[in-house]
């Protein structure tokens, strides 16, 4: 995933080699706090390695924001348009509105993305804010349900 260009496109970088990938990805291990992270996600009838998704916490100003996480998800080329980024998210959503207990799920998204917008837009996450520069997102938030905002 890490040498595919397509896979790349929206995350903010360049392919990277298997050595590159992998000293990132020791940089990145860091204590699990609050079981919001990023963590790999298997096909389970494969027993497959295919990308990695969840919750990870949203920082404002370099602070957590208490009752807040991020939603991301990032697959192997091969596992797209199957549904697995939507079925991956909708399980984080449930885990973090229900055993969390988040009251606000956020997630932001190149504009160009528009596949991972519709996956956003399946699960209920309403576009809060466009932030426009060298790289455009929108921003989305999805709130508990019952909750105000």
């Keep these: 995933m890490e040498a595919d260009a397509e896979v790349r496109r929206y995350v903010g970088g360049a392919p990277r080699t298997r050595e590159a990938a992998e000293q990132k990805f ?12 990023m963590w790999a996600t298997m096909l389970k009838p494969e027993n497959r390695y295919i990308g990695r998704c969840g919750l990870y916490p949203n920082l404002h100003g370099g602070k957590k924001v208490a009752g807040e996480a991020m939603l991301a998800f990032y697959l192997a080329r091969a596992w797209w348009g199957r549904g697995l980024a939507t079925k991956a998210g909708n399980a984080f959503v449930r885990f973090g509105f229900d055993q969390l207990a988040l009251s606000r799920i956020v997630a932001s998204v190149q504009i160009e993305n528009q596949a991972s917008i519709r996956v956003l837009e399946r699960l209920g996450f309403v576009l809060r804010e466009t932030e426009r520069g060298v790289r455009s997102f929108h921003h989305f938030e999805l709130r508990r349900p019952g909750s105000r905002g």
Excluded: K, S
């Design 26 to 37: 020791r940089g990145l291990m860091q204590p699990v706090e609050d079981r919001l992270a």
